[in-house]
């Protein structure tokens, strides 16, 4: 079992940055994958960013590459999202979530525990 809970969300003008962080519990934390999706008002749950279980991999969303980056640090139970030029239509409530398999994916079916979610709101 993974308990996960998301941090850093508030908000911010755009333009500006903004770091999330989601700490997890439990011993195996280094063998899963790691993703973060986000979901809007009226809108589905969608990818952003995932990590492999060992952060030798990354994939991102095209909506958020170059400007977002997910990582990682096994010896602390976190995983991040560092968020650089946010926008407006980033407002979203942000999730962390983990998959058992420690494999890549942006299929949100993939992924075992999702955190509570942490609101991140843009103002233009």
């Known amino acids: 079992q993974v308990q996960l809970v998301e941090s850093g969300g508030r908000l911010v003008q755009a333009g500006g940055s903004l770091r999330l962080s989601c700490a997890a519990s439990?011993?195996?934390?280094?063998?899963?994958?790691m993703g973060w999706f986000r979901q809007a008002p009226g809108k589905e749950r969608e990818f952003v960013a995932a990590?492999?279980?060992?952060?030798?991999?990354?994939y991102h969303a095209d909506s958020v590459k170059g400007r977002f980056t997910i990582s990682r640090d096994n010896a602390k139970n976190t995983v991040y999202l560092q968020m650089n030029s946010l926008k407006p239509e980033d407002t979203a409530v942000y999730y962390c979530a983990a998959e058992k398999d420690g494999g890549l994916t942006r299929t949100s079916g993939r992924y075992d525990y999702w955190g509570q979610g942490t609101q991140v709101t843009v103002s233009s």
């Open positions: 990590i492999s279980w060992s952060g030798a991999s990354t």
């Open positions: 439990g011993r195996t934390f280094s063998s899963y994958a």
